[in-house]
């Protein structure tokens, strides 16, 4: 899980990575508005920690932007402003949640931890498509209630395949999406990582639900 802290006051930022970072996260750091604002842009965050009075651009303009760039990244307000007015603000322009300096590490923890389990909200955690069951935080997938024991690969093309079941996806698409790259028309690594995803998921069963449309690509479901 990859968390942006954007943060001004050294001392926080600091106490914040280091606890962070002890409880398995990966952080980095935005000591300016405009900053934390491009990272929060290009970045792939799971969450982002905002401050509200920062230099050159506060947390409100921050969160606008990301929301307005269509980021659907979860946002937990950092703040000493604690007015109700404040508040509401922040809730509104679309942040998640909302803490109050002074905080204790615990309770900022618990909220992140919390936060993260629900995910982007326009995402749903857990995919179902006849008994396949895909649980996108806990990256754990079953089938008729069975563990598939998956690669990260693996479990990538299958989420890549359900979030968009019953669309027809390119051998070019899923490459660029589960691979992060394009490969040559007459690669082969999509088919096979294909043929074994289908090993797990499929074979075992009677009812097959990854179909191969001649010319065309894969398409995930039930027929
Ligand atoms: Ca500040």
Not at 38 to 64: F, K, Q, T
Not at 98 to 104: R, T, W
Not at 165 to 188: C, H, K, P, Y
Request: net charge neutral; aromatic share 6%.
């Amino acid at each position: 899980m990859h968390i942006l802290i954007v943060e001004d006051e050294k001392k926080t930022a600091d106490y914040l990575r280091k606890g962070l970072s002890e409880n398995g996260f990966v952080v980095d750091v935005a000591v300016q508005g405009e900053d934390g604002l491009h990272l929060a842009l290009v970045g792939n965050y799971d969450l982002v920690i905002l401050d509200v009075m920062l230099p050159e651009r506060d947390g409100w303009s921050v969160l606008v932007e990301i929301r307005r760039r269509g980021k659907p990244t979860p946002v937990l307000f950092l703040t000493a402003r604690d007015s109700i007015p404040d508040r509401v603000k922040g809730l509104e322009l679309g942040a998640d949640d909302y803490l109050v300096k002074p905080f204790a590490f615990s309770e900022l923890l618990a909220r992140v931890r919390s936060i993260l389990r629900r995910g982007p909200a326009r995402q749903p955690e857990i995919l179902c498509i006849a008994d396949l069951e895909i649980d996108l935080m806990r990256h754990k997938a079953t089938r008729g209630g069975q563990y598939l024991d998956l690669t990260p690969k693996e479990f990538a093309l299958l989420s890549l395949l359900a979030r968009r079941t019953g669309e027809v996806l390119s051998r070019t698409l899923i490459a660029e999406q589960v691979w992060d790259m394009n490969f040559d028309s007459d690669s082969n690594v999509v088919d096979v990582a294909v043929r074994r995803l289908r090993g797990k998921v499929d074979d075992p069963f009677p009812k097959k639900l990854v179909h191969t449309v001649r010319g065309v690509g894969y398409v995930l479901e039930e027929r």
